[in-house]
């Protein structure tokens, strides 16, 4: 049954990776990001706080700073970062219950909005007086107002990110994820927080899924059902997003000529609404959904040591600087706005 369950999420999803990703060519640098994958996926689970895509991440970084990875691996290691990352997106929406999060997310709308906003427009702004790039300033920007490292992979096929700008723009997001995992309890019993508009604050604030819970249940449990539903109504932000900055980087390739939204329209978002929607009516059996739902996140750890495997570590050490700036900003911004609006 596990079989059939793979082979089926693979036809589902053929039309996103492509024919071509499935030659020979790409088959080595496939494993060789598939053998990394596999233990970062389980240290991910004894180091939660951190999780398997950064994790993912590192052992690429590591695997390319101390042994010299082959110019026949790099090609299918970058292709994989690049392909099995939409795919994973795709996957990503069978563990999402459209009725669960509108039954209960509802009430978390407004703060959502104005935590969207507000990141949004702080990036651009910030981020152009630091002199960092558009694509930094939108993978930071999407990655503190959305959902972390699921909204930075999402958003970075659709504005050509290269791999250094996702690896150092999951890595700011890490480093504050584990902040406020620390940091958001204490405030909030200082500030004498109900567990209802505790859980609004960390689901709409903190970014990880794994820090929201860990900050969540670390104040209580009704706290933490709380986070967990309002941060996933706010990953359901990653469609207008996504296909907003689609229309936008169209518009840029063609100098403001003739705008098509077929070829410009990002389909693996497409992919994912369409799997929250199969999901939500039960079209699916549960085993099958949420086999494909965890399938999709180990998907985007093979697809995190591809980016890995691109980077080098050293660079990154030394221009994270002004990222980590621009991070910090954002995150302060997203936790005083969200906690204005809830007080």
Same mark, same amino acid.
Not at 132 to 142: A, D, K, R, W, Y
Not at 244 to 262: D, P, Y
Not at 287 to 294: E, I, L, M, S, V
């Given at each position: 049954m596990t079989v059939l369950y793979i082979l089926l999420a693979l036809l589902i999803?053929?039309?996103?990776? $492509? =024919? !071509? /990703? /499935? !030659? &020979?060519?790409?088959l080595r640098g496939a494993l060789l990001c598939l053998s990394l994958a596999v233990p970062a996926f389980f240290l991910g689970r004894f180091l939660p706080l951190a999780g398997g895509p950064v994790i993912g991440i590192l052992l690429g970084m590591l695997a390319a700073l101390f042994r010299r990875v082959p110019a026949e691996f790099k090609a299918g290691a970058k292709e994989t970062g690049k392909r099995v990352l939409q795919t994973a997106i795709v996957l990503f929406g069978f563990q999402m219950n459209l009725t669960y999060v509108l039954d209960i997310g509802w009430q978390s709308v407004p703060v959502l909005l104005a935590v969207v906003a507000a990141a949004l427009i702080l990036a651009v702004a910030v $981020?152009?007086?630091l002199g960092l790039s558009p694509n930094e300033q939108t993978l930071i920007g999407v990655g503190t107002a959305i959902c972390g490292g699921s909204a930075i992979a999402a958003t970075a096929p659709i504005i050509k990110a290269d791999d250094n700008? =996702? &690896?150092t723009s999951i890595s700011i997001i890490f480093l504050f994820n584990v902040i406020a995992v620390f940091v958001f309890p204490a405030l909030g019993h200082i500030l004498g927080l109900d567990d209802t508009r505790f859980g609004i604050w960390a689901g709409a604030a903190i970014n990880d899924t794994s820090s929201v819970v860990a900050a969540g249940f670390s104040y209580s449990e009704a706290a933490g059902n709380t986070a967990t539903v309002v941060k996933l109504s706010r990953t359901l932000m990653i469609i207008p997003i996504s296909l907003a900055l689609a229309m936008l980087q169209a518009r840029r390739e063609q100098g403001g000529g003739k705008f098509s939204l077929v070829k410009s329209f990002p389909w693996f978002v497409a992919g994912f609404l369409a799997a929250c929607i199969v999901n939500t009516a039960g079209v699916v059996p549960t085993a099958a959904a949420a086999f494909w739902g965890d399938m999709g996140r180990f998907l985007i750890i093979v697809a995190m040591v591809g980016i890995g495997l691109g980077v080098s570590l050293p660079a990154l050490l030394t221009n994270s600087k002004k990222p980590v700036i621009l991070g910090g900003c954002l995150s302060l911004t997203v936790a005083a706005v969200s906690l204005a609006i809830i007080l």
């Amino acid at each position: 049954m596990t079989v059939l369950y793979i082979l089926l999420a693979l036809l589902i999803t053929l039309p996103i990776t $492509g =024919v !071509s /990703y /499935y !030659s &020979a060519k790409n088959l080595r640098g496939a494993l060789l990001c598939l053998s990394l994958a596999v233990p970062a996926f389980f240290l991910g689970r004894f180091l939660p706080l951190a999780g398997g895509p950064v994790i993912g991440i590192l052992l690429g970084m590591l695997a390319a700073l101390f042994r010299r990875v082959p110019a026949e691996f790099k090609a299918g290691a970058k292709e994989t970062g690049k392909r099995v990352l939409q795919t994973a997106i795709v996957l990503f929406g069978f563990q999402m219950n459209l009725t669960y999060v509108l039954d209960i997310g509802w009430q978390s709308v407004p703060v959502l909005l104005a935590v969207v906003a507000a990141a949004l427009i702080l990036a651009v702004a910030v $981020g152009r007086k630091l002199g960092l790039s558009p694509n930094e300033q939108t993978l930071i920007g999407v990655g503190t107002a959305i959902c972390g490292g699921s909204a930075i992979a999402a958003t970075a096929p659709i504005i050509k990110a290269d791999d250094n700008q =996702v &690896a150092t723009s999951i890595s700011i997001i890490f480093l504050f994820n584990v902040i406020a995992v620390f940091v958001f309890p204490a405030l909030g019993h200082i500030l004498g927080l109900d567990d209802t508009r505790f859980g609004i604050w960390a689901g709409a604030a903190i970014n990880d899924t794994s820090s929201v819970v860990a900050a969540g249940f670390s104040y209580s449990e009704a706290a933490g059902n709380t986070a967990t539903v309002v941060k996933l109504s706010r990953t359901l932000m990653i469609i207008p997003i996504s296909l907003a900055l689609a229309m936008l980087q169209a518009r840029r390739e063609q100098g403001g000529g003739k705008f098509s939204l077929v070829k410009s329209f990002p389909w693996f978002v497409a992919g994912f609404l369409a799997a929250c929607i199969v999901n939500t009516a039960g079209v699916v059996p549960t085993a099958a959904a949420a086999f494909w739902g965890d399938m999709g996140r180990f998907l985007i750890i093979v697809a995190m040591v591809g980016i890995g495997l691109g980077v080098s570590l050293p660079a990154l050490l030394t221009n994270s600087k002004k990222p980590v700036i621009l991070g910090g900003c954002l995150s302060l911004t997203v936790a005083a706005v969200s906690l204005a609006i809830i007080l």
